[in-house]
């Protein structure tokens, strides 16, 4: 759940639907481009002949190509498979299951190029800075209040938005590393955060190191 990740409250019209499918469309077009010919090797006017729309219906769905990144249809799967978690579920793992749960849903295809999305939202500078504004303890903190009729302020929760957002920083540390995909590597993450913060009750050496 990002920043702005809600379940939907209510169901779309037709017209709101065939919109959506022409954006994720695009989209998908866009990220199977920046797979294969790379991000600085691909052109707006590339993903529209791809999607076999004009240049000017892209720019009614997309204000710049690097928005068609920032895209994320993903992100309601995942508001709404962990809102639909039974009552009682501890929250991490409400928000681990709801999260496996999403990507679980994806074709194979549609799984891969989500990991495109989010490792070139990692890796592009100027995507990198505007993606990271999603992903804050400001911007997880908000629709978790909402959801759990709290503060956005309250301790407790900053705290645990904190966690979470540690938790992104080394799992992305663990998917280079270990060359994994980034959502196993979350996954690892928050299964280890399950049981508690690693190594936080551990004494220190005497003597130092």
């Known amino acids: 759940m990002s920043g702005n990740g809600q379940a939907p409250a209510r169901n779309p019209g037709l017209r709101e639907r065939k919109k959506a499918r022409t954006r994720a469309d695009l989209q998908r077009h866009a990220l199977r481009l920046f797979r294969d010919r790379g991000w600085e090797a691909t052109t707006v006017d590339d993903i529209a002949a791809a999607a076999e729309v004009s ?13 068609v990144l920032l895209h994320d ?3 309601p799967l995942m508001a709404e498979a962990i809102a639909a978690q039974p009552p009682g579920t501890p929250l991490l793992t409400a928000l681990r299951r709801g999260v496996h749960e ?6 194979d295809e549609a799984r891969e190029l989500e990991e495109v999305r989010m490792e070139l939202g990692r890796t592009v500078p100027e995507l990198a800075t505007a993606a990271g504004r999603h992903y804050t303890v400001a911007g997880l903190a908000e629709p978790l209040a909402h959801w759990l009729g709290r503060s956005p302020d309250d301790p407790e ?43 936080a009750d551990t004494p220190i050496p005497a003597g130092g190191s």
């Open 55 to 67: 240049r000017s219906t892209f720019f009614r769905y997309f204000a710049t190509k690097e928005q």
């Open 73 to 75: 249809e993903v992100d």
């Open 102 to 107: 999403a990507f679980s849903s994806l074709s």
């Open 157 to 199: 929760l900053v705290v645990f938005c904190g966690v979470l957002v540690g938790g992104r920083l080394a799992a992305q540390r663990m998917a280079e590393r270990d060359g994994i995909a980034y959502i196993d590597a979350l996954d690892s993450v928050y299964s280890r955060l399950e049981d508690g913060i690693p190594l």
